[in-house]
Structures are given as C-alpha cells and as structure tokens.
C-alpha cells in the first residue's frame, strides 16, 4: 500500500492543522495506523495510534488532549485533527500502517511497514 500524508503547514501557536493519510491500494482499515513526526535533529518520535477498527486509540504524553485521531471510512484516510497546537510540535509528521494481522498499537516505528512521505507542520510562536 502506497500511503500520501498531507496537510501540513504553517500556523500560529494555538491554532489548528488537520492531516490526512490517504492510501491506495488498499482499504486502511486493514491496519493498524499511527501517526509520528521528527523534529530538526530529534529522533521520530511516536504520535498518535488508531485501531484497525478504529475502536481504541493511544496518544502521546505530549499531545495528548490537544490531538485525535480518527478513521474517515468514506474517504478511506486516517485524520490527525491538531489543536492549541505549540511551537514544539513543529516537525514533519508522518503516517504509517501496520499490516501484521492481529496487532495492536504500537509506539514502535519499527512496527509499522509502510510509510508516507511526509508533511511539514511549522508552528510559530
């Protein structure tokens, strides 16, 4: 599955960036999807995670409260709805699905087999 993160952009500390993974190929709800980002020279850091379901859902300490997401089955994508967004948020964020039948959300990138590109989200102070 080729997966297209988009929606990135820059926004004022505070405001609000959606970001969508759209797939082709395949039905996303066939995986286990998660949400990451890396930051100028920090580590990939882990995000936000989305049953296949779309039943459960785990999140960062640090976004936690402010982010969600969700499954759009219509449009087939997973949403990353980001709000009171900070200026530590700024990084590339990217979108990843887990295809091992069975599994659950997991923080671990390493878990996940396919990955997008990326879309650049700048929040200014």
């Known amino acids: 599955v080729q997966l297209q993160a988009s929606g990135g952009g820059l926004v004022q500390a505070g405001g609000s960036l959606r970001l969508s993974c759209a797939a082709s190929g395949r039905t996303l709800s066939s995986y286990v999807m998660g949400w990451f980002r890396q930051a100028p020279g920090k580590e990939r850091e882990f995000v936000a995670g989305i049953s296949w379901s779309g039943g459960r859902t785990y999140y960062a300490d640090s976004v936690k409260g402010r982010f969600t997401i969700f499954r759009d089955k219509v449009k087939n994508t997973v949403d990353l709805q980001m709000n009171s967004l900070k200026p530590e948020d700024t990084a590339v964020y990217y979108c990843?699905?887990?295809?091992?039948?069975?599994?659950?959300?997991?923080?671990?990138?390493?878990?996940?087999?396919?990955w997008g590109q990326g879309t650049l989200v700048t929040v200014s102070s």
């Open positions: 990843a699905a887990d295809q091992t039948l069975g599994s659950s959300i997991d923080s671990d990138g390493r878990r996940y087999d396919y």
